[in-house]
């Protein structure tokens, strides 16, 4: 059962004037990897296979994140009327490819699996809010509010599920500290890059990882303030049994901050240099 539904969205209060060209982008990739939510409960279901509760969670799940896509797709074409999210979608599904029929998690055990899906969900969630606090497109502002609610609502679903198998399984904290590092480190992957060049850039154009990935989250990063680093640090503590408020979460947030201020400084460097490099001569040069 869907907490919201799309059509529920005051669609009609669209306001173009209000659209920052910065997030379109943005959005339209969120959509595609949103929208791509059903490989991964294939994933799951085969992972979690004697697990009808999880399962079903799973399944539940899949639905919100599929609406997100959509949601995030309807207002990409509302921003872009020329831009058509189903054909990008299907090329974004036809080049990005994750393995569905796992027998056991890629991270090692179900407890570290839940991990890296607490990773996610502490992303979307500090993302939406921060997408949703830096626009003043009302439609926008409230697909981030409803979007964010939920991928909250996921983090603890899967927090309560890891609980469970945390009891089984003993995973030690170190292990914990590894799945969820590097899952956090895997954003920077082909997924959200790749949504990149099918949401924004032609099929003409080669796919260049590094040249989509700094597209993205030399954006991205820019949206972001301190309140949303700090809490989601705190999520990130929680999932792997530190407390999520105290000295060594602040100290961890103001760290993460700062990471990010430079991974953002570098991303925009290899944007602006890619746009001098693309950019014909000045005109004093070429007359
Ligand atoms: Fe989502
Ligand atoms: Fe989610």
């Not at 929208?35 to 399962?55: C, G, I």
């Not at 309807?74 to 029929?101: L, Q, T």
């Not at 914990?176 to 920077?188: H, K």
């Not at 640090?233 to 999520?244: A, C, D, N, Y």
Request: glycine content about 6%; proline content about 3%; aromatic content about 12%.
């Amino acid at each position: 059962m869907k907490h919201w539904h799309i059509d529920q969205v005051a669609w009609d209060r669209f306001d173009p004037t209000k659209v920052d060209p910065e997030i379109v982008p943005l959005v339209k990739a969120a959509a595609m990897v949103e929208r791509n939510a059903s490989d991964y409960t294939a994933y799951l279901n085969s992972v979690f296979r004697d697990d009808p509760d999880f399962r079903q969670a799973a399944d539940n799940w899949a639905v919100e994140e599929i609406q997100h896509g959509d949601a995030l797709g309807r207002w990409g074409m509302c921003a872009d009327p020329s831009w058509d999210f189903e054909a990008a979608f299907v090329r974004y599904r036809a080049g990005f490819k994750i393995e569905v029929n796992a027998d056991a998690s890629i991270r090692g055990s179900r407890t570290g699996e839940l991990i890296a899906r607490c990773m996610v969900e502490t992303g979307t969630s500090s993302y939406y809010t921060a997408l949703g606090d830096a626009t003043e497109e009302p439609v926008l502002k409230e697909v981030c509010r409803l979007i964010a609610a939920d991928e909250y609502r996921h983090f603890k679903l899967f927090y309560d599920h890891m609980k469970r198998y945390l009891a089984r399984e003993n995973l030690s904290f170190m292990k914990r500290l590894r799945v969820a590092a590097g899952r956090i480190g895997e954003s920077e992957d082909d997924e959200l890059a790749y949504a990149y060049y099918c949401g924004n850039e032609s099929e003409d154009l080669p796919y260049d990882h590094q040249r989509c990935i700094a597209a993205y989250m030399g954006r991205a990063m820019g949206f972001y303030r301190f309140r949303h680093i700090e809490r989601s640090t705190g999520m990130v503590f929680k999932s792997i049994g530190l407390e999520p408020r105290g000295r060594l979460a602040d100290l961890a947030a103001r760290g993460a901050w700062r990471l990010l201020q430079w991974r953002r400084e570098r991303y925009v460097a290899a944007l602006r240099k890619a746009a001098n490099e693309n950019a014909a001569p000045p005109l004093a040069e070429a007359a």
